[in-house]
């Protein structure tokens, strides 16, 4: 009988110093269950020498495969490739930076075997990151589940289990924009939940600033969710229902008390308060237009400039 298979697929965007460290812990890790195995590092542009380290990595261990972007494409691009790649029964998303306790690939595994087709990894502490992160996540979170459609987990990241036929539901998303924790969330399937605690970073530094993790939040809002859009036709209905009322007010006290002089300064900062709503409105607008663009233009999620599994075949053949 065939044994089934595992895939770890590691984004790697410049993790050069932790990249050993991270292979020894899998490949322990794995080589003690009764699984074979598979490790897919995908560069994702790196400019350091992430690059060589995983060809090296690759060269010594025909487990280990790796998959080249011809250029820096973005985590959830780089994830994507590898989802597509990925040749085993269950597939596991996992960072380099070992934040993420490989050990939990164990628990993962006896959920998946008692019938689950999703297992999470869901964070009860997250002391090793900034008071910063902690609460913009915590923010983040409770905006977009009130928001969206689709509920994503608190403290949930890309570190999960995921059965093979979760990976065919995904790939029939055909959006090049993609937001992977909601896409995860929107296949649905019957899912497990395992607790840990975050450790700090083994080595290195993380590569997404507070930019980045904006852009990102922002990106995870529109992906599923057109309340940003929604709310500027109620916010109309009660600027126009203030407007009337107020109209009303002047013609009553006009009627009653005569003319008032008008005032410069409150008519001014009336201009000014609505001038920019409406500029507000227009970006609201402007995002999802934006992702309308681009995906009209129906552009590759990625693309592949090196896998070594070709290489491998050609030496085969």
């Not at 500029?279 to 592949?304: A, C, D, F, N, Q």
Request: glycine content about 8%; hydrophobic content about 45%; overall charge negative.
């Amino acid at each position: 009988m065939t044994l089934p298979t595992i895939s770890i697929v590691c984004p790697c965007h410049n993790e050069q110093e932790v990249l050993h460290a991270f292979t020894d812990k899998i490949v322990g890790i794995l080589s003690e269950s009764t699984f074979t195995y598979e490790i897919l590092f995908v560069n994702d542009g790196s400019t350091d020498d992430t690059l060589a380290v995983i060809r090296d990595l690759a060269s010594n261990n025909s487990n280990i495969r790796l998959i080249n972007l011809s250029r820096n494409f973005g985590k959830e691009a780089a994830l994507t490739a590898g989802l597509d790649l990925a040749q085993g029964d269950v597939i596991i998303p996992i960072d380099a930076d070992l934040q993420d306790p490989p050990e939990l690939i164990h628990d993962f595994l006896l959920e998946w075997q008692k019938g689950y087709d999703v297992v999470v990894a869901k964070r009860v502490d997250r002391s090793s990151d900034t008071l910063a992160k902690k609460i913009t996540a915590n923010l983040f979170y409770r905006f977009h589940n009130t928001i969206a459609d689709v509920e994503i987990p608190d403290n949930v990241g890309d570190f999960r289990l995921i059965t093979r036929r979760v990976v065919s539901a995904i790939q029939l998303l055909p959006e090049n924009q993609r937001f992977m924790k909601g896409i995860f969330s929107w296949v649905g399937f019957k899912t497990s939940v395992v607790e840990y605690s975050r450790q700090p970073r083994a080595a290195g530094e993380s590569s997404f600033n507070g930019w980045r993790l904006w852009n990102f939040a922002l990106e995870g809002i529109t992906s599923f969710s057109t309340a940003p859009l929604r709310v500027w036709l109620y916010l109309g209905f009660f600027v126009s229902a203030i407007s009337f009322l107020f109209g009303a007010s002047i013609i009553l006290k006009t009627m009653l008390f005569g003319v008032d002089i008008p005032g410069y300064a409150s008519l001014l900062i009336i201009v000014l308060f609505f001038g920019g709503i409406q500029l507000i409105g227009l970006g609201v607008m402007g995002e999802y237009i934006g992702r309308l663009y681009m995906e009209s233009k129906r552009r590759p999620v990625y693309i592949i400039e090196e896998d070594s599994a070709d290489t491998k075949n050609d030496a085969g053949d």
